[in-house]
């Protein structure tokens, strides 16, 4: 087990070019979350994945976000055009339905600053 | 909504002392409760959970109980160290729903001298 990863682990860009990041989860795991973190505050939900399934999304989650988890395995999450308020820390989380007591486990985030 | 109200910091101890990092909490049921904790230029790692009321979770000298009553899971230390300096985040997360999703404070920031 060597944790949940996400690559890369800082992306500079300019505003209105194209962003990629990707998570790994615990190879065991079957649900897998984004979450997104500004300075000064606490994570906050963007989407969630059951396998592959896609089962919600939150208000923050604009038009220009997306986000993929192709044969439930790793997960991509891309924003579009984008804007100097995406700058942020991008956190992604994995847990296991078969857990008694789920318990979310996060990698060490995506650190995107848009110029 | 499921919300997460932690104490405001930084909090600033020096070592040995005792500390008290305050949570409150508004959920629709009985949620789980989790402190995670940030460490300089690392990730959110789990330092403890209880998951029904007058648990107590533990771990590395820190506990917080569950106190359904006054909706609170503060975390307590009996003696800081300069490696317990990180930001402490208080979360929830829902029971009885398929979206597991946490509910997260703002943070409480940890730093502690020698």
């Known amino acids: 087990d060597t944790g949940v990863s996400q690559d890369p682990r800082h992306k500079i860009t300019k505003r209105g070019q194209n962003v990629t990041f990707r998570c790994d989860p615990i190879s065991e795991h079957n649900r897998l979350y984004w979450y997104r973190q500004t300075l000064g505050q606490g994570p906050e939900f963007l989407t969630y994945?059951?396998?592959?399934?896609?089962?919600?999304k939150s208000r923050l989650l604009s038009d220009r976000f997306s986000a993929e988890r192709p044969k439930g395995s790793f997960s991509t999450l891309e924003i579009q055009r984008t804007e100097q308020g995406d700058s942020a820390m991008y956190l992604c989380a994995s847990s296991s339905s078969q857990q008694t007591w789920e318990t979310q486990y996060f990698g060490p985030g995506t650190r995107l600053l848009v110029l | 909504g499921d919300s997460v109200t932690q104490m405001e910091g930084p909090v600033t101890l020096s070592e040995e002392a005792f500390l008290t990092i305050n949570c409150t909490y508004t959920?629709?049921?009985?949620?789980?409760l989790f402190w995670y904790v940030q460490y300089p230029g690392e990730g959110l790692q789990l330092l403890l959970k209880?998951?029904?009321?007058?648990d107590k979770g533990s771990n590395k000298g820190f506990e917080a109980t569950y106190r359904k009553e006054t909706t609170s899971f503060h975390l307590e230390k009996g003696s800081v160290q300069v490696s317990d300096s990180a930001v402490y985040f208080c979360a929830l997360t829902g029971r009885g729903s398929t979206l597991g999703r946490l509910y997260f404070g703002r943070g409480t920031q940890l730093t502690v001298w020698p």
């Open positions: 959920a629709t049921g009985y949620p789980s």
């Open positions: 994945f059951q396998n592959e399934a896609q089962l919600e």
């Open positions: 209880a998951t029904k009321a007058d």
